[in-house]
């Protein structure tokens, strides 16, 4: 019995897994290397229907397992809700048979991943590991990158380390356990899910499933183990970290109004991209917008895109302009950050409008012209403060407006959510009667809310706990960390939603692109509120043509982590 020998376990070895394969069977490590590798194969770019082709692949090895050819009910596959590449995820569930037990611990892992168009005139090798191994050392590596080739300790390819080696984990672990459920007390909910390099279709589908899945079937949720990906998070980081809790994140975006005019007489025009390049200024990589909570500190905003918004060439400058930012979250809500965006909106537009008058000055000194104060006047508005300002004057006729042209705009598939909201704001902008300049402050898609498992309640504890204990279990030889906050932005946050609905309230009323071409479970998101832990293989280089994995943590120790976890969970 596997947990009968977890429990008895007091070897000394950080090749735990090792002894704890049966039967003369293949070990456990070995088993996921070789599943790891299997599902590398599949070359599963996120939009694509290479998705289509890992979700066959782990359905059928699903299927394959005994557990699952006595249970077909057990395993399914789940459609992504209007999905135009027709994706789905594969959902299996496990069903202790020791005593009766409503516990019920959910797994998840995403089998897509990004491109590998990076893997420039090898792109062949990109998802063959072993081949690939070959081929790297033909080509001048990054020197940690040869060390480690060298080492033959690695595994190299596009997903093994962004996530398959973490999906392998989770199927063997599954499997093992299948083969004496009668021993095993408690369940467990997987889902293999995709599109988590792009808009986390797979995810958002799977979370109603969850909800649907616990009243159907009674589960009581204790908490979601993900094993995505641990990477260093300095030069020549020798920790090892487990995660309980993400990272969340917004996108604050502006949409800028400024003054056209004639490029022979620039002090009549107001260039928006003078406001932008000053709000970024203020924000791009400022810790003071950072989260600092239990001395972790998120990563500070920066600017994911920057453009005016002038199509053609002529010797006008451009009226309008956009800007948005990833703005990670440890604890701010999106009320809060709202706020902490619009305060530093109005003091970068202020300083712009002090900066033309200073230099406008020293213009009609130089040329003798008299000089008058510029006409500009800094203001910055939520997208819910103008769109009731222009309410104001139309009523309902605005409305009867944009519902209209968000139809329209639905229509074209080539428009994305973010420029879904920035057209329908420049939309209710062009309406108003007030034509000066001005900023406007909303929320672009998407938002990922953040999980702080601070013990806050008998779930929390009970992970906190079981991590812990999972860690200190056995001397593995790593100086493993634990840390609150998961740093990459995955689908763990979307287990959880803010309970107030004031809060809320901001981040929708904010986000035009919100109800139409962007969507959130958040009424399941709420109500499941589970804590959450990431507890992934360790390798490096992420989305890189370097991506590797470690092998010796990746296959050994961290699936022990994992397996020991929901045991402690279940208990």
């Given at each position: 019995m596997?947990s009968?020998?977890?429990e008895?376990l007091t070897?000394?070895?950080?090749?735990?897994?090792s002894?704890?394969?049966?039967?003369?069977?293949?070990?456990?490590?070995?088993?996921?290397?070789?599943?790891?590798?299997?599902?590398?194969?599949?070359?599963?770019?996120?939009?694509?229907?290479g998705?289509?082709?890992?979700s066959?692949?782990?359905?059928?090895?699903f299927?394959?397992m005994?557990?699952?050819?006595?249970?077909?009910?057990?395993?399914?596959?789940?459609?992504?809700?209007?999905?135009l590449?027709?994706?789905?995820?594969?959902?299996?569930?496990?069903?202790?048979e020791?005593a009766?037990s409503d516990?019920?611990?959910?797994?998840?892992?995403h089998?897509?991943?990004?491109?590998?168009s990076d893997?420039?005139g090898?792109?062949?090798?990109?998802?063959?590991p072993?081949?690939?191994?070959?081929?790297l050392?033909?080509?001048?590596l990054?020197?940690?990158?040869?060390?480690?080739?060298?080492?033959g300790?690695w595994?190299?390819?596009r997903?093994?380390?962004?996530?398959?080696?973490?999906v392998?984990?989770?199927m063997?672990?599954?499997?093992d356990i299948?083969?004496?459920?009668?021993?095993?007390?408690?369940?467990?909910v997987?889902a293999?899910?995709g599109?988590?390099?792009g808009s986390?279709?797979?995810?958002?589908?799977?979370?109603p499933?969850?909800?649907?899945?616990?009243?159907?079937?009674?589960?009581?949720y204790?908490?979601?183990?993900d094993?995505?990906?641990m990477?260093?998070?300095?030069?020549?980081?020798e920790?090892?970290?487990?995660?309980?809790?993400?990272?969340?994140?917004?996108m604050?975006?502006?949409?800028?109004?400024?003054?056209e005019?004639?490029?022979?007489q620039?002090?009549k025009?107001?260039?928006?991209?003078l406001?932008?390049?000053?709000?970024?200024?203020?924000?791009d990589k400022?810790?003071?917008?950072s989260d600092?909570?239990?001395?972790?500190v998120?990563?500070p905003?920066i600017t994911?895109r920057?453009r005016?918004?002038?199509?053609?060439?002529?010797?006008?400058?451009?009226?309008t302009?956009?800007l948005y930012?990833?703005?990670?979250t440890?604890?701010?809500?999106?009320?809060m950050?709202?706020?902490?965006?619009?305060?530093?909106?109005?003091?970068?537009?202020?300083?712009?409008?002090?900066?033309?008058?200073?230099?406008?000055?020293?213009?009609?000194?130089?040329?003798?012209?008299?000089?008058?104060?510029?006409p500009?006047v800094p203001?910055?508005?939520?997208?819910?403060?103008?769109?009731?300002?222009?309410h104001a004057?139309?009523?309902?006729k605005?409305?009867v407006?944009?519902?209209?042209?968000?139809n329209?705009?639905?229509?074209?598939?080539?428009?994305?959510?973010?420029?879904?909201?920035?057209?329908?704001?420049e939309?209710?902008?062009?309406?108003?009667?007030?034509?000066?300049?001005?900023?406007?402050l909303?929320?672009s898609?998407?938002?990922?809310?953040h999980?702080?498992?601070?013990?806050?309640?008998?779930k929390?504890?009970a992970l906190l706990?079981?991590?812990?204990?999972?860690?200190?279990?056995?001397?593995h030889?790593?100086?493993?960390?634990?840390?609150?906050?998961?740093?990459?932005?995955s689908?763990?946050s979307?287990?959880?939603?803010?309970?107030?609905?004031?809060?809320?309230d901001?981040?929708t009323?904010n986000?035009p692109?919100?109800?139409s071409?962007?969507?959130?479970?958040?009424k399941?998101?709420?109500?499941?509120?589970?804590?959450v832990?990431?507890?992934?293989?360790?390798g490096k280089?992420?989305?890189?043509?370097t991506?590797?994995i470690?092998?010796?943590?990746?296959?050994?120790?961290?699936?022990?982590?994992?397996?020991?976890t929901?045991?402690?969970?279940?208990?």
């Open positions: 596997l009968k020998k977890i008895n070897v000394d070895s950080t090749n735990v897994l002894v704890l394969g049966t039967n003369g069977d293949l070990t456990l490590s070995k088993k996921i290397e070789n599943l790891t590798v299997d599902l590398t194969n599949i070359l599963s770019v996120v939009g694509t229907s998705e289509i082709d890992a066959n692949k782990i359905y059928e090895v299927a394959g005994p557990y699952y050819k006595e249970h077909p009910e057990l395993l399914s596959f789940l459609d992504f809700e209007d999905d590449v027709n994706r789905k995820n594969v959902v299996a569930i496990v069903k202790g020791k009766p516990k019920t611990i959910v797994l998840i892992g089998s897509d991943t990004v491109g590998i893997y420039s090898f792109e062949e090798y990109a998802t063959k072993y081949e690939l191994a070959e081929k050392k033909e080509l001048k990054p020197a940690d990158a040869k060390e480690d080739l060298d080492s300790n595994l190299f390819g997903g093994i380390f962004d996530m398959k080696c973490g392998a984990t989770i063997t672990i599954m499997e299948t083969k004496n459920i009668s021993e095993f007390e408690g369940n467990l997987f293999a899910v599109d988590e390099e986390s279709g797979g995810m958002l589908a799977f979370v499933e969850l909800v649907r899945l616990q009243e159907k079937h009674g589960f009581e204790q908490a979601v183990v094993t995505d990906y990477a260093p998070r300095y030069e020549n980081d920790q090892k970290y487990i995660y309980v809790g993400t990272v969340g994140k917004l604050p975006s502006f949409y800028v109004v400024g003054k005019t004639h490029v022979g620039p002090y025009g107001l260039d928006p991209n406001i932008t390049s000053a709000i970024i200024t203020e924000v400022n810790i003071e917008y600092v909570v239990d001395k972790e998120s990563l905003p994911l920057n005016d918004l002038k199509e053609e060439y002529s010797v006008q400058i451009p009226k302009a956009n930012f990833n703005y990670a440890h604890i701010s809500t999106p009320d950050v709202l706020q902490k965006m619009k305060t530093a909106a109005q003091g970068a537009f202020e300083g712009v409008v002090d900066l033309l008058n200073d230099r406008y000055i020293d213009f009609c000194a130089s040329s003798k012209f008299p000089h008058t104060k510029l500009w203001r910055v508005l939520t997208y819910d403060e103008l769109y009731q300002l222009v004057e139309m009523g309902e605005l409305e407006i944009i519902e209209k042209y968000k329209e705009l639905l229509g074209k598939e080539e428009i994305d959510e973010r420029d879904f909201g920035l057209k329908i704001i939309k209710v902008q062009s309406l108003w009667s007030d034509k000066d300049p001005v900023v406007i909303y929320y898609p998407p938002y990922y809310p999980i702080y498992v601070n013990g806050s309640n008998d929390e504890i706990e079981s991590v812990s204990k999972a860690v200190e279990s056995h001397d030889g790593y100086n493993v960390i634990n840390k609150k906050f998961y740093p990459y932005i689908d763990l979307f287990v959880s939603a803010p309970q107030d609905e004031k809060i809320l901001t981040l009323l986000m692109a919100f109800g071409k962007y969507n959130l479970p958040i399941d998101m709420q109500k499941l509120n589970l804590p832990v990431n507890i992934g293989p360790f280089d992420a989305h890189q043509y991506e590797r470690e092998r010796k943590y990746s296959f050994d120790v961290a699936p022990k982590f994992v397996y020991e929901l045991k402690n969970l279940l208990k």
